[in-house]
Structure formats: C-alpha cells, structure tokens
C-alpha cells in the first residue's frame, strides 16, 4: 500500500512540474516547434520566414534570450518550415560567410548576381532574415567578388602616371579633399597622380559629366576624351555633356596634383530634354525660383534602405507622384530592395506647411535638414503628414524613399494651413 502511495504522490508530483513547462497550444498555430540544443529564437524565426518579434508575441515570450531545450513553440502564419534546398552541384556555388553589417543586396552587388538568386540559392524566404556567420551559396561557380567594384584606383609616386602604381585599391567613389595631405602612406604629399577606371551598364541618354580638381584632371569615355585641363588649377569645375548608347561604357578618370592643396571629384547625371536648366514644378504657396525648381532624382539598385555611396542613375524629374506597382523606375533598376533620394529647392511664403506622403514602403522627408517625416519602415500605400512653419523664400527638400518588395509608389506634397 505504501508503494503504491509512493507511486501515485511521484505521479501527481510529475505531472505538476509537467504544468511549469510551457506548451503552445495548437489553437491559432500553424504548426509547432521543440527547441533544439544551440537554437536561439531568431535562427528559429528564420527558419520559418517569420521575425523575431512576431515569433516572440505568438509565445508571450518576454526575454528572446530566455528560451530552452525542449519548450513547444507555436509557429504562427505558415504551415510547415519549408523544405531544405537541394544541395547545389559540385562546383555551382562560391561560399560566402555573412558579416557584421552585410545585408542581401550589398553581397549580391558584390558579386554581381540579384537578391532574388540568392534567396532561390540559399531557401531565404524575407531577405532581411540573415545573420553574421551564415554561409551562403553564391550561385554561378567560381565566381568572385570583384577586386574593384566601384573604381579602380592606381596611384602613382609621380605626377605622369609612369611606371607602376605605388597603390591599387577600390575607390567608392572619387570625391576626396585630401588638403596637404596625401592619399595613402605610400604616396607623397605632393608630385602625385591617379588613374581611376570604372564599367558601368548605361540606357540610351544624355549625361552631364562633372569634374573639379586641384591641379590637373581629363576625362575619358570609352578611351576617347571628353574633359581636358591637364593644368595647374585650384578646385576649378567643368562640365561636358556626352551622349551614350544601351550598354556598357567605360569611365577612365586622370588626374594629377603638384603643390599645395589636393582634391578631385567626378560624377554624372543624365540631362536628356534639359538645356537651360530643370523643368520648374508648380508649387503650393509660392513660386518656382530662376533657375528651375525640378527634382534632382538618384536612384540606388540592389540596397535595403542605403541611400549612401554612389547611385546607380540620376535624372530630373518634375514631381514626386509615381507608382511603379510590381515594376520599377529604370531597367538599371531592380524592382525591389531599391531606393532612391530626391532633392529640390522651392520657394514658400511665410507660414505653416502640412507636408503629406501616400508611399509604399518607407520614407523620410526633410526640409532645410530637419527631419519632417521619419517612417522609414515598411507600409503598404500608407498617406502620413506632419507640419512644418517656414519663413517666406527658398527652402532645401529632400525626400528618401526605399522600395523593400511587392508594389511600389510614392507621392509626396504639401498644403498650406
């Protein structure tokens, strides 16, 4: 009897310390997961495209950290976690293991492929999902990232471009004011010149080429020149406008410095209808300034929300009121993971302004660098306004926009209160 006793008290006793360990219940799940040894809840999340905040809701789990081996996790929203990829043919893949502060699109850039053909590669259901020391399969064989894939730099110890660059190393862009300085420890202060070269994929079109340098710099498109001041001169800037056909076109940018202070600048913008300068835009309350008050618009490919570095194509365009759907703004563009940033100086009278912005997905609006609007997540065609007091004449806007997937539009303009 007292065995027995003994038998029924050690059952009671398990079968209260079975109610301390928390079991999702299956109403309202999809499915349910057991944690495994070495799971953490966002590799968990990744698994079955969701993120780490929607996984933890589903499980009232308030420390993310906080989880163990053997707990039942609802899985809210899908069905089963999908089936792992086939392993790629031998020789199909480059390995690439995921850094601090990479994100799909910049890796993709890197080694020339889409974002979309590394998720098919690699079965990534949302391509924000990936994590410092994932190894992804790069589809494409052998291929590697390229050395340079913004501009080649070679930087030489002379002021002729002779011999052998003392230098060679990825430029991001060329922009640089190196004063009385130099441009790298193995390169003197003074008596120095770089070759900078860069391909790039063009639409039929005419672009505006810009340079500033001190001292000397010449521009070549395609080996044939288009800007020449191989000449001494202090920051000054030219201009020449050339015309491309579809394809790719190659940028070789010289420049040399002799005494004294040291910068050069290149960049390009496309100018097709333009000869006096931007088409103005109506305006609310004001009106346009001499000059033009067109949007300048810069587009970036193959980013997730990056409005840095140098943009894929710029062009004006005469407002903000555009809706790509499932398409994109330019074939140079892809028709998702793209952004784009506008900027216009318009002319306002005295008075407060109710900015609005209808967009899909994010945006932030700026006016005189002061940030109007910041919503820069994801919406889906979402209007939202804010107010902003302005004095009478010119003020500086910006608006940046990042298309993250599915539709994409964005409208933005003002009323006066």
């Not at 555009?322 to 009278?349: C, E, K, Y």
């Not at 899909?360 to 109007?372: A, C, E, H, S, W």
């Amino acid at each position: 009897m007292r065995t027995c006793r003994l038998i029924i008290s050690l059952a009671l006793v398990l079968g209260v310390l079975a109610g301390l360990v928390p079991v999702a219940s299956a109403q309202g799940c999809a499915t349910t997961y057991v944690v495994q040894p070495g799971d953490n809840l966002f590799r968990i999340a990744l698994r079955y495209g969701l993120t780490t905040e929607v996984l933890a809701r589903a499980n009232n789990i308030l420390n993310p950290n906080a989880i163990y081996v053997g707990q039942v996790l609802c899985i809210p929203g899908t069905s089963n976690p999908p089936p792992p990829p086939p392993p790629p043919p031998p020789g199909s893949c480059t390995y690439y293991t995921v850094k601090p502060g990479d994100t799909l699109g910049k890796i993709a850039l890197a080694y020339g492929t889409s974002v979309s053909a590394l998720q098919r590669a690699n079965n990534i259901l949302n391509p924000n999902l990936i994590y410092v020391g994932m190894v992804l399969c790069i589809p494409g064989g052998s291929t590697r990232p390229p050395a340079f894939p913004q501009f080649r730099g070679e930087y030489f110890n002379n002021a002729t471009l002779a011999g052998a660059p003392s230098v060679v190393r990825n430029d991001k862009t060329i922009d640089f004011n190196w004063g009385v300085g130099w441009p790298d420890p193995k390169i003197n202060a003074d008596n120095f010149s770089v070759r900078w070269t860069r391909t790039l994929l063009f639409n039929t079109g005419t672009f505006r080429l810009t340079a500033r340098a001190d001292d000397g710099i010449r521009v070549f498109v395609d080996n044939v020149l288009i800007i020449d001041e191989w000449h001494a001169a202090s920051g000054a800037t030219f201009t020449k406008d050339v015309t491309l056909a579809t394809g790719n076109h190659t940028f070789r940018v010289e420049y040399f410095e002799a005494t004294g202070s040291a910068s050069a600048f290149f960049t390009w913008a496309r100018v097709d209808g333009t000869s006096g300068g931007p088409t103005p835009t109506p305006i609310s309350g004001g009106t346009p300034p001499p000059g033009g008050s067109a949007w300048t618009a810069c587009y970036f490919a193959n980013v997730n929300r990056d409005v840095s570095g140098q943009p894929t194509l710029c062009r004006f365009e005469p407002a903000i009121a555009i809706n790509w759907g499932a398409g994109s703004p330019d074939p140079l563009i892809t028709s998702d993971l793209f952004a784009a940033r506008w900027t216009s100086t318009q002319v306002f009278q005295a008075g407060t302004y109710r900015f609005f912005a209808l967009v899909d997905d994010g945006v932030r609006v700026y006016v005189d660098d002061k940030l109007v609007i910041d919503e820069w997540f994801e919406h889906a065609g979402t209007t939202i306004f804010a107010d902003a007091t302005l004095t009478a004449g010119a003020h500086a806007l910006k608006v940046e926009y990042f298309e993250f997937g599915h539709t994409a539009q964005i409208y933005v303009w003002w009323e006066k209160r």
